[in-house]
């Protein structure tokens, strides 16, 4: 039987265990579909954060989003990608998570979400928090558990 995580894991800060914002891929505002495209398939992320010059987080950009951007009728109009600006098309409904949050916020949250974008108090963008490392480390508090029992 699973036992269930106790108050000190969920209270547990979050900021440990980012990836910090200089180790995460993004475009900035400004930056073409196209620019976005290359850098998603690069990297072989699923989406990637939109940054303004000021390094604030500004919306989500995924393969989708652009490719959907360019379905014409008949087929996918590749030759629109360098006019379409990132900003014109990301997604910008994405809960954010700040620095300062703990385990439960950030669980509650990432059932959702693949992974959440965390910023300051003044929207600096200071990296991403992802469902992989929070299960990462839920799987080692049920061992640690079950083996103390
Ligand atoms: P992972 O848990 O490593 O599979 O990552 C889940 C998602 O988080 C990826 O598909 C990306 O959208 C995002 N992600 C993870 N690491 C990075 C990174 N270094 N730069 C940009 N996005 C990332």
Do not use: W
């Not at 505002?29 to 976005?36: C, L, Q």
């Not at 910023?119 to 990462?136: A, E, Q, S, Y």
């Amino acid at each position: 039987m699973i036992s269930l995580p106790n108050r000190d894991f969920l209270d547990t800060y979050i900021e440990d265990f980012i990836i910090s914002s200089e180790k995460v891929a993004h475009v900035q505002v400004g930056n073409s579909a196209e620019h976005a495209l290359l850098v998603l398939t690069k990297t072989g992320y699923s989406a990637i954060p939109v940054l303004d010059r000021k390094y604030r987080f500004r919306g989500l950009i995924n393969t989708q989003i652009i490719t959907d951007s360019i379905l014409g009728m008949e087929h996918i109009e590749y030759e629109r990608l360098p006019d379409i600006r990132v900003e014109e098309i990301m997604q910008t409904d994405f809960p954010l998570i700040k620095v300062d949050e703990r385990f439960q916020k950030a669980l509650d949250l990432l059932i959702n979400q693949n992974f959440l974008c965390v910023v300051d108090d003044d929207g600096l963008f200071m990296g991403i928090l992802t469902r992989r490392v929070i299960l990462k480390q839920l799987k080692k508090k049920i061992y640690q558990d079950k083996n103390n029992q």
